[in-house]
Each structure stands twice: as C-alpha cells, then as structure tokens.
C-alpha cells in the first residue's frame, strides 16, 4: 500500500484505511468509532433496542471488545455495562451470508437483564428469528452510516466520522444498492394482497432493493391493463412464517414510522397466507400510479432487455431508477 504518491504534500489515505478493505478492517474500524465517541455508541444502542443515557457515568462503565475467543467461536465485537446489558456484533461485508452464526452465539452472553445479537451485513438480511431470552436486530452497514452521517451529527466530531463513512463507502462500495426490483404478478390473490395490503410476498431472497415496480401479465386481466402501472417505495423486509408477524410489531412500527393503521394492515395481508413455511415479505408505501403502463422489450432483436426487461423476468431482476425514468419518458411519447 503506497501512503503518499509522488507530488502529493501528504498521504490521501485516512487512518481507518489502513485497516484493509476486508471484513475484519471494517469491524474494527466500528469497534474504533463507538469506542472513542459516545454519541455514536449511544446512538447505535438505542438503534437495537437499548435504552441507555449518553452520560460520563454510564460511558466509563462500558466496555468494548473486538476479536474475543469463546467456546462458541470469537466475535466481532463485544459492548457490555455490568448490570445493565451485553451485546455481541457479527459483521459481514460483500455477498458474506450469516449461516451459522444465527444461533451460535446464543449462550455466549452473560447474565446481563438486556442481552442483543446484532448483525451488520452489506446486502440487509431479510430473516428473522426469534428467541425468548436474546433480541436480535439485522442492520445494513448502510443504516450504520445513515446513522451517523446525519444532521444530528453536523456539528459534532466531523472528522472521525467523515473518514469513517469515507473508509466504508468508498473501500467497500458501501453506496451500491439495488434501486427497482420488477417482478411479474399475475396470481390474483398476490395482485390483491399488493393493492389492499400493500405487501409482496416470494420466496426467501436475500437484499432490500429501494423500490418495486410489479409487472401485471395478461392473464392477470387488470383494468389497468398489462405492463407495470405502479411504483411502491420499498419500507422495509422480513423473511419469516406467516405465524411469526405478531412478534415483529417493533420492526413494522419502525418501516411505518409509527403508524399503527399501516402495520396493521400490512399485518393482515401476512396473515392471510395459507402457507405456513418460511418467506420473504416486502412492505411497501402507498404505490405511485403511472400515467401509461410500462411494457417489456419486444421482439427477438438481439439485446433486447438491455438494462431493461422482456420475455419472463427472471428473480431478482433489478434496474436503476435512472433507466425506469428513462422508460416512463419513451412511453408518454
């Protein structure tokens, strides 16, 4: 790693990048931020569930580990006060999926009355679990770095946090999300839970796209007719039984900002499942209704659904909200 080029009066490099862009670097890099600055750890507690003050008393009183060794395995990172509440950190960067990490550290926590599992993956993990004596909370590194890269935080410690938020964004590409998720819809009784309930239920998938733009075939005989009529911003994702929704009130209340008519009746439209294995459940804002449906490329033109789409769309088909505004433009021509 070369830390100053030629010409250049000092290094361009900050000091988290001298971590490497690899899983452990970006670990500790966090481990170094909640450790130095209070209101960034007390700002990520109470984002899983911890209701501690920001105080001197309660900041001298917490420890933070990284790296430690147990008979379960070693962990990420460790926050512990004695008599109030034990968390442990899993992270993971890039296409790295939690497996057995999901319950591998259940019996590792001490006997604190708040004990949290927390995972912060790049691609947002959709599956829940739960456990009677453990909480455990999914975050995106992209809600860590919304977090503190924030208003609240405009003037407060600029310098570590930009070049932390520097460090993950710009070494792991932080900022690449998938933007519009178009799948096709022609069960009716999938096109009725999306319009009434304003959920999409499929298979257990892994990544929170921003959008979904669901594409009503012919069969489906829609009185808006065939192509995609509506956009609905993406609020949030569960992978989880149809059974297990009344437990995830806490989370529909954050995707809903609080208002308990949406999650109620996003509530509904899971129980109304027959299935009972496990899914992915997309829940969606008030859907945006397009003036002109949007169509698949035609046609056997080779390239055709080029950054677009045509024929059967396969899973997970996604393109930039660049290239959807660019289609809504062509069709009102």
């Not at 690899?22 to 911890?50: C, M, Q, W």
């Not at 599992?117 to 004596?133: G, K, V």
């Not at 022609?186 to 298979?203: A, H, P, Q, S, T």
Request: with cysteine.
């Amino acid at each position: 790693m070369k830390l100053k080029h030629r010409n250049f009066s000092s290094t361009t490099l900050n000091r988290f990048d001298l971590l490497g862009s690899n899983e452990t670097g970006l670990s500790k890099s966090f481990a170094y931020l909640i450790s130095v600055d209070p209101k960034v750890l007390y700002n990520f507690l109470r984002s899983i569930g911890i209701r501690v003050k920001n105080t001197t008393k309660n900041y001298l009183e917490t420890t933070i580990e990284i790296e430690t060794n147990r008979d379960e395995g070693r962990t990420d990172i460790e926050i512990r006060q004695k008599g109030k509440f034990h968390v442990i950190v899993e992270c993971k960067v890039g296409k790295n999926r939690i497996k057995k990490q999901r319950t591998q550290y259940l019996t590792s926590f001490e006997n604190e009355p708040t004990k949290v599992l927390c995972f912060i993956t790049q691609e947002h993990d959709c599956t829940r679990e739960i456990n009677s004596d453990v909480n455990i909370f999914y975050r995106g590194w992209l809600d860590i770095i919304d977090l503190i890269d924030s208003k609240d935080f405009e003037k407060h410690n600029n310098e570590l946090i930009n070049e932390f938020v520097s460090y993950a964004t710009k070494g792991f590409k932080m900022r690449d999300q998938k933007e519009v998720l178009i799948q096709d819809l022609g069960d009716l009784v999938e096109i009725n839970r999306y319009k009434k309930f304003k959920v999409y239920r499929r298979d257990i998938t892994f990544g929170t796209p921003l959008y979904f733009a669901p594409y009503f075939t012919r069969k489906a005989k829609q009185e808006e007719g065939e192509g995609i009529c509506y956009l609905s911003k993406i609020l949030g994702v569960l992978t989880i039984s149809p059974e297990q929704i009344e437990s995830f009130e806490d989370e529909l209340l954050m995707y809903a900002n609080g208002n308990k008519s949406i999650v109620s009746n996003w509530k509904e439209g899971v129980k109304s499942d027959p299935l009972t294995e496990t899914l992915t459940y997309y829940f969606l804002d008030d859907p945006v209704l397009l003036s002109i449906p949007l169509l698949k490329d035609g046609g056997n033109k080779p390239g055709r659904g080029k950054n677009w789409i045509a024929a059967m769309i396969p899973k997970n088909r996604c393109v930039t909200f660049q290239e959807f505004t660019r289609r809504m433009v062509m069709a009102g021509k």
